[in-house]
């Protein structure tokens, strides 16, 4: 089983936590570093990896995988490699594995909401928006 894979939150990247053993894969806060390719760059090998040594496990099929996303903000650049993400985890979801993304956004923000549902259009996999209330 692979390691864990983490990334601290700065003040313009955000914070990635993947678990593999929980089943748990997160990015939360605001993603608009100056380099996006540098940035996104070890989560994609990572999560090739993984994807790699877990593809053709039944044990691996069967365990459910929580991807959640929690962004504050992202710049078109980061949309992109958001949408590279999901196609990763898409690939894992059409291999047999059980996969759900979870895209959270906070009540007023229409523009994250709208991300979630135009990202939701470009999956097969299980993809729930959940409405972060405030109070």
Not at 27 to 40: I, Q
Not at 65 to 93: D, G, H
Request: with cysteine.
């Amino acid at each position: 089983m692979q390691e864990d894979f983490q990334i601290v939150e700065t003040d313009i990247t955000p914070t990635v936590r993947f678990s593999p053993k929980e089943g748990k894969f997160e990015l939360s806060g605001e993603s608009r570093p100056e380099n996006v390719s540098k940035f996104y760059e070890p989560i994609y090998l990572w999560l090739d990896n993984y994807i790699e040594s877990v593809l053709d496990s039944a044990d691996e099929k069967a365990k459910q995988k929580v991807v959640n996303f929690k962004f504050t903000y992202f710049n078109s650049t980061s949309a992109k490699c958001i949408l590279f993400l999901l196609n990763k985890f898409e690939k894992l979801f059409k291999n047999g594995h059980n996969v759900q993304i979870n895209w959270y956004y906070d009540q007023p923000d229409l523009d994250m909401k709208d991300s979630g549902e135009e990202y939701a259009k470009l999956c097969t996999m299980p993809f729930v928006l959940h409405e972060v209330v405030e109070g």
